[in-house]
């Protein structure tokens, strides 16, 4: 939809649009009206969906299993053209665990867990603080980069192709094919389907090849990982491995992306974080995330559900508004400013519940080194053209075009 | 003081383990336990009060003063 064909939102209670170009650059108003108004609005917009906005209730609505399902947990309900339909990967292993209910869900997920603990993830730290020192000897002789393009999208996508085993060369493809899914492809069925076709495919190739020449890679454990005495079915390591590709790129990039563009904009933040001990590091990621929660998941009621005066029906999609959450005023004092110093902090923006981001460790990380890397070397920096500066935003929000100059 | 990791609450946001690793500890699944059978030594009471303070499940409790 462009934005000439948008209807403008009167009312946000029954009416809130989550691609609206004011909420995609700044939701926070929108969620604060309606925590006093309505705080579980509801639209029709886009196959309709409910919004909670406090965090008491997004924390609950996280936890209403089996009551709401995770089958289908985009933010929009997807109208795929009759003929396209039997071409959809459906069902509990399209992305498990984050497309599964349990009793699936358990079981992928415990397969998945142990490769994504803190201690899990020491060899990619190694790779990925050189990494980010490799991208910044690309611009850092200019007088400035596009923090989002150059440098953000840049990483998460070759963390991930490294601990999976794939050419780091197609990275370029997998970039293009995530965005496809989770972010052009919202609005557009089609492209959405081609590009999610493509990922599985890519996949499927690669898991052949493993069963028959196995690495030292993610894609190799998954393959020798058993369940009950029996490997998981290659449909299955598939599935997980789309999901590592789509929920562990466009969600880590964002979360550099706006810390960028936070420091980029707050002089006086970037000045402290020029020299900051490991101390205020960890309570200032963690406040970045809380601040700019990149993600918004969904779930769909599969039995009449009455909570917080609102009636779901069976087929009803509810938005799991992490990011709202974190800006709730009845538990976090001051939401609305980053305080980088915050000592409780005990935000969601990995979600709550059985669905917690089974990558989190890996973002954090990806978050500290590239940030850490980022300003050992370039210290001072500011925002370039800010009308410049474009952001998506509907399931994962971020800076798309970030311009800074250095110095 | 004595704190304790209610394991059914707990969903790995390793966020304790990152505050106090010397309170608790992670399993395979990244999953958090208290250590010293969750007696914090002494100096680390307000440690203790952080990582109940930041736990996105509200999975760590005081169970002793």
Same mark, same amino acid.
């Given at each position: 939809?462009?934005?000439?064909?948008?209807?403008?939102?009167?009312?946000?209670?029954?009416?809130?649009?989550?691609?609206?170009?004011?909420?995609?650059?700044?939701?926070?108003?929108?969620?604060?009206?309606?925590?006093?108004?309505?705080?579980?609005?509801?639209?029709?917009?886009?196959?309709?969906?409910?919004?909670?906005?406090?965090?008491?209730?997004?924390?609950?609505?996280?936890?209403?299993?089996?009551?709401?399902?995770?089958?289908?947990?985009?933010?929009?309900?997807?109208?795929?053209?009759?003929?396209?339909?039997?071409?959809?990967?459906?069902?509990?292993?399209?992305?498990?665990?984050?497309?599964?209910?349990?009793?699936?869900?358990?079981?992928?997920?415990?397969?998945?867990?142990?490769?994504?603990?803190?201690?899990?993830?020491?060899?990619?730290?190694?790779?990925?603080?050189?990494?980010?020192?490799?991208?910044? &000897?690309?611009?850092?002789? %200019? *007088?400035?980069? $596009?923090?989002?393009? +150059?440098? !953000?999208?840049?990483?998460?996508? @070759?963390?991930?192709?490294?601990?999976?085993?794939?050419?780091?060369?197609?990275?370029?493809?997998?970039?293009?094919?995530?965005?496809?899914?989770?972010?052009?492809?919202?609005?557009?069925?089609?492209?959405?389907?081609?590009?999610?076709?493509?990922?599985?495919?890519?996949?499927?190739?690669?898991?052949?090849?493993?069963?028959?020449?196995?690495?030292?890679?993610?894609?190799?454990?998954?393959?020798?990982?058993?369940?009950?005495?029996?490997?998981?079915?290659?449909?299955?390591?598939?599935?997980?491995?789309?999901?590592?590709?789509?929920?562990?790129?466009?969600?880590?990039?964002?979360?550099?992306?706006?810390?960028?563009?936070?420091?980029?904009?707050?002089?006086? &933040?970037?000045?402290?974080? %020029? *020299?900051?001990? $490991?101390?205020?590091? +960890?309570? !200032?990621?963690?406040?970045?995330? @809380?601040?700019?929660?990149?993600?918004?998941?969904?779930?769909?009621?599969?039995?009449?559900?009455?909570?917080?005066?609102?009636?779901?029906?069976?087929?009803?999609?509810?938005?799991?508004?992490?990011?709202?959450?974190?800006?709730?005023?009845?538990?976090?004092?001051?939401?609305?400013?980053?305080?980088?110093?915050?000592?409780?902090?005990?935000?969601?923006?990995?979600?709550?519940?059985?669905?917690?981001?089974?990558?989190?460790?890996?973002?954090?990380?990806?978050?500290?080194?590239?940030?850490?890397?980022?300003?050992?070397?370039?210290?001072?920096?500011?925002?370039?053209?800010?009308?410049?500066?474009?952001?998506?935003?509907?399931?994962?929000?971020?800076?798309?075009?970030?311009?800074?100059?250095?110095? | 003081?004595?704190?304790?990791?209610?394991?059914?609450?707990?969903?790995?946001?390793?966020?304790?383990?990152?505050?106090?690793?010397?309170?608790?500890?992670?399993?395979?699944?990244?999953?958090?336990?208290?250590?010293?059978?969750?007696?914090?030594?002494?100096?680390?009471?307000?440690?203790?009060?952080?990582?109940?303070?930041?736990?996105?499940?509200?999975?760590?409790?005081?169970?002793?003063?």
């Amino acid at each position: 939809m462009t934005d000439t064909e948008r209807c403008p939102v009167d009312d946000l209670a029954t009416d809130y649009d989550i691609f609206d170009p004011d909420y995609v650059r700044d939701p926070v108003p929108a969620w604060a009206e309606l925590r006093g108004s309505c705080p579980i609005a509801h639209t029709e917009r886009y196959g309709g969906s409910w919004l909670p906005t406090r965090y008491e209730d997004v924390q609950a609505m996280a936890k209403m299993v089996p009551e709401l399902s995770s089958a289908s947990p985009g933010p929009i309900v997807i109208d795929l053209p009759v003929e396209m339909r039997q071409q959809s990967r459906q069902g509990y292993n399209a992305a498990a665990p984050i497309s599964a209910d349990p009793p699936e869900q358990t079981w992928t997920r415990k397969a998945l867990l142990p490769h994504f603990t803190p201690k899990a993830i020491g060899p990619e730290r190694d790779y990925s603080e050189r990494l980010c020192n490799d991208l910044i &000897d690309g611009f850092i002789d %200019a *007088e400035g980069c $596009d923090g989002a393009v +150059d440098y !953000a999208q840049q990483i998460p996508p @070759r963390v991930i192709a490294s601990k999976l085993g794939v050419d780091q060369s197609r990275v370029d493809d997998f970039i293009g094919w995530v965005r496809g899914v989770l972010e052009f492809g919202l609005t557009d069925p089609e492209l959405r389907l081609k590009s999610s076709n493509l990922i599985r495919d890519f996949f499927a190739a690669e898991v052949v090849d493993r069963r028959t020449n196995p690495g030292d890679d993610l894609i190799t454990a998954l393959c020798q990982t058993e369940v009950d005495g029996e490997s998981l079915p290659d449909e299955v390591v598939i599935g997980m491995c789309n999901l590592q590709l789509v929920a562990g790129i466009d969600t880590t990039w964002s979360s550099i992306g706006s810390a960028l563009w936070h420091f980029a904009g707050h002089e006086n &933040d970037r000045r402290r974080m %020029a *020299e900051a001990d $490991d101390a205020l590091w +960890d309570t !200032a990621i963690e406040e970045l995330l @809380r601040f700019y929660s990149p993600v918004t998941m969904a779930r769909n009621a599969i039995e009449t559900v009455e909570y917080g005066g609102v009636t779901m029906e069976p087929g009803d999609k509810i938005l799991m508004n992490f990011p709202g959450a974190n800006h709730d005023p009845d538990v976090f004092e001051d939401p609305d400013t980053v305080v980088l110093d915050r000592q409780r902090n005990r935000h969601v923006a990995f979600g709550a519940g059985i669905h917690r981001c089974a990558g989190s460790n890996l973002a954090r990380m990806e978050m500290e080194v590239s940030l850490k890397a980022w300003f050992a070397r370039i210290p001072e920096f500011t925002l370039g053209d800010p009308d410049a500066v474009t952001w998506a935003g509907g399931q994962v929000r971020g800076p798309r075009r970030l311009p800074i100059l250095f110095g | 003081m004595k704190i304790h990791v209610d394991r059914d609450k707990c969903e790995g946001h390793s966020r304790c383990y990152a505050l106090a690793p010397a309170l608790v500890d992670v399993d395979d699944l990244g999953n958090a336990f208290e250590l010293n059978d969750g007696v914090v030594p002494a100096g680390m009471e307000e440690k203790a009060q952080l990582i109940i303070d930041n736990c996105p499940e509200f999975a760590i409790a005081v169970i002793e003063d």
